[in-house]
């Protein structure tokens, strides 16, 4: 029997993790769900102790830190990651499990329901539109919040950085595997971060993450990526 795990990664959530959390407990197919909590000061943990089989305090080396520590702690086969702002659908984990066999990685595009018709737009184009043209010409991209990969892939290919980080994974195993985009593995979202221009702040998060990683060498830590 196949197992999933799903991780998700928290600090300072208690307005969005128990919809989140809710909506993994009332999966088809149950998994296990863990939060890696990074020493949230608010209700954060009170409420993911509530759904959470486990939840875990990181070690402060920020979210691809906590991300490999909440692979380490599961007991899936499979591994799957969602933020706390989304609200995965009921067929989610039945998806990935259904799907994954064969490749090294899967994602698929965000959706927000309920936001601005300009937002759904742009998102529809950045996470579906331009990933899968990025994956057809063997250049794949995965989504933090919506994808999953086999554990033993995890083990062997673990997250390096704490910024782009799962630009750069799909990078390394575009290399060593097949990295499947599924469309129809949608992941609703609150587009909180995209408030006002959602392809703009999303550039020049992508360029400047990048020009730190890749010129300055710097290796950020702080969870709230969108703001360093």
């Known amino acids: 029997m196949v197992n999933i795990s799903v991780v998700v990664c928290a600090k300072n959530e208690e307005k969005y993790i128990g919809a989140c ?5 009332n999966q088809i197919v149950k998994p296990e769900i863990i939060v890696i909590d990074g020493h949230s000061t608010d209700k954060t943990v009170k409420i993911a102790k509530k759904y959470a089989d486990k939840v875990i305090r990181d070690n402060k080396k920020g979210v691809g830190s906590a991300r490999n520590m909440g692979w380490k702690a599961a007991s899936g086969d499979i ?7 989304s609200t995965p659908p009921k067929d989610w984990t039945k998806k990935i499990v259904e799907n994954i066999k064969g490749y090294v990685a899967i994602s698929g595009p965000l959706i927000a329901p309920g936001a601005r018709e300009d937002i759904q737009m742009q998102l529809s184009f950045w996470s579906n539109l331009v990933f899968r043209v990025a994956n057809k010409f063997n250049q794949p991209i995965i989504c933090g919040p919506n ?11 673990p997250f390096k950085v704490n910024v782009l980080e799962d630009v750069e994974i799909a990078h390394r195993l575009g290399k060593v595997g097949k990295v499947k985009y599924m469309e129809s593995l949608k992941m609703p979202i609150v587009p909180r971060r995209y408030e006002k221009h959602l392809l703009e702040t999303i550039l020049k998060h992508y360029a400047r993450n990048y020009i730190r990683l890749k010129i300055l060498r710097k290796m950020p830590t702080d969870w709230d990526y969108f703001k360093n």
């Not at 959390?21 to 407990?25: G, H």
């Not at 994808?147 to 290919?157: E, G, R, S, T, V």
């Open 79 to 85: 591994i799957a990651y969602c933020d706390t702002d």
């Open 21 to 25: 959390l809710k909506a993994l407990k």
């Open 147 to 157: 994808m999953a990969f086999p554990k033993k892939i995890l083990k062997k290919y």
